[in-house]
């Protein structure tokens, strides 16, 4: 579902030659995000991007829709790679420690 509403919001929006800003100021705080390994903001600017996407077509259902279903799949997805990196690096401090005990 998500493929054909972003498909058609990409397809109305190139019909229509809309400013474009708002999907390239996502773009580049994505791309500075996964550069500094910032999770969460990398995730919010992706969601960004493709409600932008959406906004672009114009079209106020496709919009509604879209929020209906990207707000909660990127919440979802959030939670699970922000608490997954904080595993990680407690398992890496854990580890750490570990080591200085058998020094």
């Known amino acids: 579902m998500r ?8 397809r109305l929006a190139a019909e229509k030659g809309n400013d474009i800003s708002d999907v390239q100021k996502a773009l ?6 996964a550069q500094k390994e910032e999770v969460a903001a ?3 600017a992706n969601l960004a991007f493709h409600l932008a996407l959406c906004r672009l077509s114009d079209n106020l259902y496709l919009i ?4 209906r279903l990207l707000t909660p799949l990127f919440a979802f997805v959030r939670i699970r ?22 020094s």
């Open 81 to 102: 790679a922000v608490a997954a990196v904080r595993v990680r690096h407690s398992g890496l401090r854990t580890f750490q420690h570990s080591d200085e005990l058998w």
């Open 64 to 67: 509604d829709h879209a929020y």
């Open 3 to 10: 493929g054909a509403l972003e498909g058609l919001a990409a």
């Open 42 to 44: 990398l995730l919010d």
């Open 28 to 33: 580049i705080t994505m791309e500075r995000s």
